[in-house]
Structure formats: C-alpha cells, structure tokens
C-alpha cells in the first residue's frame, strides 16, 4: 500500500550490459518506436477509411491497431528520455502506471488474439452463418471484453504488486516497471505473492493459446475438406498472418515468466522485441498479404499525395 512505503521515486537502470551504448540504443529503439506509430496508424486509417474492409475481421484488425499504437508508448517515451542523457527516475504513480497499462495492453491483445481465431473459425468452419454469428452487436461485445478482462487482469496484478511496502533500494535492473523487478524491492517476503503472480500471468495466456489452437484445429480440418486446391491455398493464406502474429505475441511471454532461472540481460532483450519489433511487424505481416488491405493502403497514401496517382 502506498502509506506504508517511504520510496516516493524509482531509478531505471535500463537494459543490462548496454553501458556506453546509450547513443546508438537511442537511434535504433527511435527508428523501430516511429515505424511502429506510423506503420500502425497508416493500417488504421486504411480500415477506416475502406467501405471494403469494414467486416468483423478488420474491425479487430483495427483494435489490434490500435493496442500496438499504446503498447509500445508504455515504456519507450521514458526509455528514450534516459537514453538520451536525461534523468532516469520515475515517480512511484509513474511506476505504478507503466505497470497497469503494460498488462493491460498486453492482455487485451492476447484476448483479441483469441477473438480473431475465433473469428476465422467461424469464418472457414460456419461460412454461411457468418454474418449472423459475427453481427455487429457480437463484434462490439467481443472486443469490449477483451478490454474489459485486459483491464481486471491488469487490476490484479498491479495491485498484488503494489500492496507491498517500498521502503528500501529503488533501483530498478529494468528499463520500465515489471512485477519480477518490483517484487525484488519490495521490504517483505514475496514468495508467496511471486507463485499467485507467476500462475495468474502465465495461465491467462496459456487458457488463450489453448483456445486458439483448438480454434485452429477446426479451421485445419475445415480446409482440408476442401477439394479445391486453389481453395485450401485461399484458406490458409487467410489464417497465416494472424498465425505469424500470434506466435510473435506469445513467445516472448513463454520466455520472459515461464524461465526456471530469470536472466535480467534475455528477459530485457525479448522485452525490446515484444514491445518494439512485434508491433512494427503485425502491420507489414497483416498487410504485405493482404490484397485488400494494400489496395487500401495504395489508395490512401495516393490521396495524401505520397504516391502518384495513375
């Protein structure tokens, strides 16, 4: 609880074993922080803009968007501030905050992961029933969920974390606020607080991968029922990317929570790609091959005269 810690700040000590690479970290976390911002508000502003794409999996492809905008913006401002010769402290609401929204994002991305298998099993296994199953109504509940359990699951765990006292060190071996880091500052024993927070992340998207992957499943058996082989390659090339991405989204948490021996240097360096590799790649991934999408894309960078138009 806050009355009972005397710590007011947190020192972010950054990535470990990067002393003096301060100015190049900054050029390269800068370049992939901007390409994500744009790359994912370009994908946005291509939905939004198309009557075409206006259907239940680009609408979750929009929130998807959307999520990848915020995520990174959790800790790369600040990681960019101290790396670029500014202070590295960060106040105890500021700590508190990076925390919740991390898991919060993070989260809410992996119950639209969910969502989106789900839309796809529909889509492949129930095709005639699509448009009833997948109404707008559902398509709005579903993607109000996913945030809405993002955020009791962020609740939990921020307040787990933080009903522990501060009063020591506070020296952060990180370069943001995660529960692993804090816990170690904390003045009281955490063991038993470090098991309830170990199951609650890893069974969230563990119960979310078991869902996506009995989703698949069914999507595995549909397509190969198809006689057509040009049919089987359409089916697959739809369910691909949203693959790709979910792999690129869940490992690195299997990495990071689940490791019988934590290693500070690994869990920072699959955190850099997580928060700002992942979210660069899901726009090319979800546009490179997608005709639609880059027919969109085509048409609105014509109409804000960065391409000509023929």
Same mark, same amino acid.
């Given at each position: ?11 972010l000590l950054g990535i ?6 301060e100015a190049?970290?900054?050029?390269l976390?800068l370049?992939f922080y901007?390409?994500?911002l744009?790359?994912?508000?370009l994908?946005?502003? &291509?939905? #939004?803009?198309s009557?075409?794409l206006h259907t ?5 492809l929009?929130?998807l968007? #959307?999520? +990848?905008?915020?995520f990174p913006?959790?800790?790369s401002p ?8 500014n202070?590295?402290?960060v106040?105890?609401a500021?700590c508190?905050?990076q ?18 298998a789900?839309?796809?099993?529909v889509?492949v296994?129930h ?5 009833i199953?997948m109404?707008?109504r559902?398509?709005?509940i579903? &993607? ?11 609740t939990?765990l921020?307040?787990?974390t933080?009903?522990?006292?501060y009063c020591?060190?506070?020296?952060? +071996?990180?370069?943001f606020? +995660? ?6 500052l904390?003045?009281? +024993?955490?063991? &038993?607080l470090e098991?309830v ?6 069974l969230?998207?563990?119960?979310c991968?078991l869902l996506i992957?009995t989703?698949?499943?069914?999507i #595995?058996y549909?397509i190969?029922?198809i006689?057509s082989?040009e049919?089987?390659?359409r ?5 691909? &990317?949203?693959?790709?991405a979910?792999l690129?989204s869940?490992m690195? #948490? ?9 290693n500070?240097?690994?869990n920072?360096t ?6 700002l590799?992942?979210?660069v790649?899901?726009?090319l991934?979800?546009?490179?091959r ?9 048409k609105l960078?014509?109409h804000?005269?960065?391409l000509p138009?023929?």
């Amino acid at each position: 609880m806050r009355n009972a810690s005397v710590v007011t700040a947190f020192i972010l000590l950054g990535i470990p074993h990067t002393h003096g690479l301060e100015a190049t970290l900054f050029v390269l976390f800068l370049s992939f922080y901007v390409l994500t911002l744009i790359g994912n508000l370009l994908i946005l502003l &291509a939905i #939004v803009s198309s009557s075409r794409l206006h259907t239940p999996m680009y609408f979750f492809l929009c929130k998807l968007s #959307v999520c +990848d905008l915020f995520f990174p913006s959790v800790s790369s401002p600040k990681m960019l501030f101290y790396l670029s010769g500014n202070s590295r402290a960060v106040s105890y609401a500021g700590c508190v905050s990076q925390l919740f929204f991390y898991h919060f994002l993070g989260c809410t991305e992996c119950f639209l992961y969910t969502v989106m298998a789900y839309d796809r099993f529909v889509a492949v296994c129930h095709p005639l029933r699509y448009t009833i199953i997948m109404s707008h109504r559902a398509c709005a509940i579903l &993607a109000m969920g996913t945030s809405l359990f993002g955020c009791v699951q962020a609740t939990f765990l921020t307040t787990l974390t933080f009903q522990l006292p501060y009063c020591g060190p506070n020296e952060v +071996d990180y370069y943001f606020c +995660d529960i692993p880091v804090m816990l170690k500052l904390a003045c009281a +024993d955490t063991s &038993a607080l470090e098991m309830v927070g170990l199951i609650s992340v890893g069974l969230m998207p563990l119960t979310c991968f078991l869902l996506i992957l009995t989703s698949y499943c069914h999507i #595995v058996y549909s397509i190969l029922q198809i006689r057509s082989a040009e049919g089987r390659r359409r089916a697959f090339s739809t369910c691909s &990317a949203h693959l790709t991405a979910i792999l690129l989204s869940f490992m690195p #948490v299997v990495l990071i929570y689940l490791q019988p021996t934590p290693n500070p240097w690994l869990n920072a360096t699959v955190q850099v790609l997580n928060n700002l590799v992942a979210p660069v790649l899901n726009p090319l991934i979800y546009s490179l091959r997608n005709k639609e999408v880059k027919y969109s894309l085509r048409k609105l960078l014509q109409h804000l005269a960065f391409l000509p138009k023929k």
